[in-house]
């Protein structure tokens, strides 16, 4: 047991260092969207609850309590995350030559993305956090799955002819520490 432990210990460490230092797409008092930082500005209501863009990269989050601001952010990003799938996915899959994956969703999920062996493929809810070209190597990414199951060779060589620089989209995304699950404590 200990030997596993000293064998995983750098990996743990860069983990650790990533969680701490990277970038929340929640946090206590602001969100990231689109790959910007915007200000979430708490409105206690009796009535309906929602949330809005405002002017100065504010959200406004009208709730009857504030621990709701979570969930209300998590609709609103499975919403538009799931806009952006239905809009984005079809261009980008005709770009990677895949003809025909068996299904797309957006959902809560701990990768930002996967692919079946069916060809289903599934996205986070926390995708439209991300900046375009951050969601585009997602996409990407999950669509070469579909004839490539593992990050062979194979595999890095198409994601390369279709997106030069995935390497460093890779980095640039390691550096994003996605919300934890609503379900989480």
């Known amino acids: 047991m200990e030997d596993a432990i000293k064998k995983k210990s750098e990996w743990i460490i860069e983990q650790y260092d990533r969680l701490s230092s990277g970038e929340p797409v929640l946090a206590d008092d602001s969100v990231m969207f ?13 009535g309906e609850e929602g949330l809005f863009l405002a002017a100065g990269g504010r959200v406004v989050v009208k709730a009857a309590e504030r621990h709701r601001i979570r ?6 990003f ?8 239905i ?3 079809p261009g980008i899959a005709r770009k990677a030559g895949v003809r025909k994956y068996h299904r797309a969703d957006v959902r809560e999920i701990r990768n930002w993305g996967y692919c079946t062996r069916d060809g289903r493929l599934s996205f986070s809810w926390q995708l439209i956090a991300l900046p375009e070209r951050l969601r585009e190597y997602i996409l ?3 669509l070469v799955h579909l004839t490539e199951p593992n990050h062979s060779v194979a595999f890095k060589r198409k994601l390369g002819s ?12 390691g550096r994003v520490v996605p919300a934890r699950s609503i379900r989480e404590p």
């Open 71 to 76: 969930e209300l952010v998590r609709r609103w």
């Open 140 to 142: 990407c990414h999950e």
């Open 87 to 89: 809009r984005a996915l």
């Open 162 to 173: 279709l997106l030069p620089d995935f390497r460093e989209r890779e980095k640039e995304l």
């Open 78 to 85: 499975l919403k538009e995350s799931s806009r952006y799938v």
């Open 34 to 46: 689109d790959g910007h930082r915007l200000r979430l500005d708490f409105q206690k209501t009796a």
